[in-house]
């Protein structure tokens, strides 16, 4: 049984014009090599064959495994959106705070930046 594709919880369109929107998805359908509404590892490989290239599987999965399921075009446009955002996921900030944040405390001294929670 095929996984259904998860829709974003935000409004991804309004990050984008008109333009950005309808140009994305031309290269959504470009990727979509078999017209089923998703990108999987197999439109992957044929998009990335055209190209002359031949990435191993692993790499292949690890970028369809950022959407979390089956990457439809509304996935595509988050993922793409959290990059030109520069949106780091929760985990990669809450790392950096505890850079700073050593004794766990939610405070940061004025010594590590002079933040504080």
Known sequence: MKKKAQRATSNVFSMFDQKQVQ??????NLMDQDRDGTVSLDDLKEVYASLGKAPKDTELKSMLEEGQGPVNFTTLLTLFGDRLNGTDEE?????AWKNFDQEGTGQI??????IQA
């Open 23 to 28: 140009e994305f998805k031309e290269a959504f």
């Open 91 to 95: 985990n990669v900030i809450l790392n």
């Open 109 to 114: 001294n004025q010594k590590s930046g002079s």
